[in-house]
């Protein structure tokens, strides 16, 4: 009896001994934030190629999908503005089409033609805006020009606008198309069980082992943890939040997404967490239900085919899908009181 | 001797604990509950070192049980990083945004800073992560 309890006591310390080192955790100043690789078993040279991998396709996607810096994106928004059709590659084409269509499906509450509005704003910059906020006739003068996705058309892979007005910034769901790529070129390295985070946004593939992935939601008005879910499979996490970018100007703040119909910061949302298999169409779906608010949130979830999601809005109550409180467990207490909404 | 000629009584009585064995099995029991509660169970959670990456891709593991103040060069300037109390956080920043000073204190085991244009982060570590990642 006591060498069979000793005996299992050994294999206990060393199982925990080993859980951690079975992740290979990597992290990359790349795609203009923060990205973490979390890679479970397999060897490390597999490990090391694949993030290595996954770093370079980083590194290219922003070149090309960079709103401002001089680039792809940026000669494409000058021929729209000098009224000229241009040619695309494979992948802008693939970027206006979803942009487009993910347009439409929330309303035209995720808008990425607004990139004059955005730049308005001064969010066109690497070290953020600094304020003043722009007058209210300038942005009058934008929204009247109302750029559309719909403005754009694809014919023979040459782009044409109907409105040189439209700007296009792919801010909005370029990081949920980063990290889609991401996770691709890993399992073309033959990693099935990972997460890529690229600055707090996040696609999980697999199991960490045993268990499905854990992952924290950031309470938007402290720098804990408010809640947490289990992730497994194939899912994205997604968050919009007013505390990610913005700038102060005389006690007040304004944070970067832009409600395309008022042309200033959306009003009564916090934050938004989106769950969804895409991390292109979780991206875009955080936006498009900040922009909604509390008010009509569940109304753009339904339009956008997401059933998963939860917003906090700027008085920090909680607003969430029947589908989403069925996962997430709250990490302070006593947790918040929480309003299950229908999409 | 057969194993048919052990009587009853015998074997009874070998299979009664005695006092080393119900000693060891109460050691085990409260082994059990702490390797799960350190391992397993999510208490916790609090990072016991961190790990600074500067511009240059120098990497610096700092202890976080003791208070101190760092300074990191980078690209922009110095970037001052603050321990205290078992966090850390950047409370000077050459940068604009200063969006790594509002990333506030640091504690729990996986969570991060960085400013990206000094091209400095900061990672807690620990053995007992309580998530595998967060979402912001």
Known sequence: MSRGLLLALVLLVSACGQREAQVHDTQLLVFGTLVNVSIWGGDKDTAVAATSAVEQRLVQMHRDLHAWQPGPLTRINHAITARKSVQLDSEQALLIRRGTELSRQSGGLFNPGIGSLIGLWGFHSDDGPHGPPPGDALIQIQLAKTPRMSDLHIKDGRLHSDNPAVQLDFGGFAKGYAVDEAIRTLREHHVDNAIVNAGGDLRVIGRHGGRPWRIGIRDPKNSGVIASVEVAGDESVFTSGDYERYFEYQGRRYHHIIDPRSGYPAMGSSSVTILSKEAIVADAAATALFVAGPEAWQTTAMAMGIDQAMLIDDQGRVYMTPSMAARVHFEIDPPPPVQIVSP | ?136
């Open chain 2, 1 to 136: 001797m057969t194993e048919a000629a052990i009587p009853f009584r015998s074997i009874a009585g070998a299979l009664r604990p005695t006092p080393g064995d119900i000693v060891i099995a109460l050691l085990a029991t409260v082994l059990l509950v702490v390797l799960y509660t350190h391992y397993w169970s999510g208490i916790g959670g609090e990072g016991e070192r961190a790990r600074i990456v500067s511009a240059d891709d120098d990497v610096y593991i700092v202890s976080l049980s003791e208070d101190s103040t760092l300074t990191v060069h980078g690209p922009l300037g110095d970037s001052v990083i603050e321990i205290h109390q078992g966090r850390i956080r950047f409370t000077e920043s050459p940068c604009q945004g200063k969006q790594c000073i509002h990333a506030g204190w640091l504690h729990t085991a996986g969570s991060f800073a960085a400013c990206l244009p000094n091209r400095v982060s900061v990672t807690v570590l620990g053995r007992n992560r309580h998530f595998d990642s967060i979402n912001y």
